[in-house]
């Protein structure tokens, strides 16, 4: 880099991890930044002759940061000597966070600490990860002297989210459950896991410490209420159930998934110690020629029940595939 003869300050673009910023030494000018993502290039250097100023704040994070935390303030230091910010002057039309990919200015509380030595920006909420953003401290900051301040602005680029800390799952094969087509599970007012089978049966089971299942019930009544299977979507202990006199609401429709008929949704009410008892509360709901069903339901807070119903169509097209 050699030297601009007329103008000594000097423009260095800087790269780090993915930012590229272009930083004035002895201080940022509004007119000669920018910030974007590296793409394997390796970083230049070259020279432009912006004036150059002295250095008035240090800034957190620094400029060119990869790895700037998502949920942090953003501050920049006064550093000259016998400098007190006006805090008057310090507001969310004077200093910025922005986004530089589609430059939208984020909403933050902007202040002065107080000792009048820093600007602290606090977003509203946390910066997107991988993200680059551009802190400026613009032209209209003052000292109290009424005095300008020299603008400032940094670049740099959010951490990565942390991972999730999820639970670990094992799965385990359940020999009493093989082969099942089972489509729902709930746990009943007893204490068991109760599951919808694809072709109309319902089956209870115990559970055991380890998780395992054993024991089963079988039930058949809307098998034999419907006189052939039917394709359960869902089923719901109705409020008022107990162990000893279980109440389950079940939505269902005809069995298969090919070319089946319109309106062959229903919802019915099963009762009685073994189930027994099938009442149709609610018929000619609709079905797709194939798999858009009546799914779940459940009780809300109002004790009405609430379910899903899925379309006659497929991308628009009513039963059209």
């Keep these: 880099m050699s030297d601009n003869k007329k103008n000594k300050g000097r423009v260095v673009i800087a790269a780090a991890a993915g930012i590229v910023a272009i930083v004035g030494i002895g201080g940022w000018t509004m007119r000669h930044q920018i910030a974007m993502r590296l793409h394997g290039e390796r970083p230049t250097v070259c020279e432009e002759s912006p004036v150059a100023e002295r250095k008035v704040f240090t800034t957190s994070p620094t400029d060119a940061t990869a790895n700037a935390p998502i949920d942090q303030p953003i501050r920049a230091d006064v550093v000259a000597e016998g400098l007190t910010l006006d805090p008057a002057s310090v507001t969310a039309a004077t200093v910025a966070l922005i986004r530089v990919r589609d430059r939208k200015r984020i909403d933050a509380a902007v202040r002065v600490d107080d000792k009048g030595r820093a600007i602290i920006l606090t977003p509203n909420s946390p910066l997107d990860s991988q993200t680059n953003y551009a802190f400026t401290v613009g032209q209209n900051v003052k000292d109290t002297t009424g005095q300008a301040v020299p603008e400032c602005q940094i670049a740099f680029s959010t951490a990565a989210t942390a991972p999730l800390n999820l639970p670990a799952f094992e799965k385990v094969a359940l ?82 998934f090919i070319n089946m008929g319109d309106w062959q949704g229903a919802v019915s009410r099963l009762s009685g110690p073994n189930l027994e008892t099938v009442e149709p509360i609610v018929v000619n709901l609709p079905r797709s020629a194939r798999d858009h069903i009546i799914h779940q339901p459940s009780f809300g807070p109002d004790g009405c029940l609430y379910f899903q119903s899925g379309s006659m169509s497929s991308f628009g097209s009513a039963d059209g595939y």
């Excluded at 082969?179 to 896991?193: E, I, K, N």
């Excluded at 809307?222 to 359960?232: D, K, Q, S, T, Y």
């Excluded at 979507?233 to 279980?246: I, M, Q, R, V």
């Design 175 to 256: 020999p009493d459950t093989a082969g099942l087509g089972v489509t729902c599970v709930t746990m009943g007012p007893d204490g068991r896991l109760w599951c919808a089978i694809d072709d109309g049966r319902i089956m209870r089971f115990d559970i055991a410490a380890d998780g395992t299942v054993s024991n089963k019930q079988e039930y058949k009544s809307l098998v034999a209420a419907a006189r052939g299977p039917r394709l359960i979507g869902g089923l719901a202990f109705d409020p008022a159930s107990t162990a000893e006199k279980p109440i389950v609401w079940v939505t269902h429709t005809s069995f298969g």
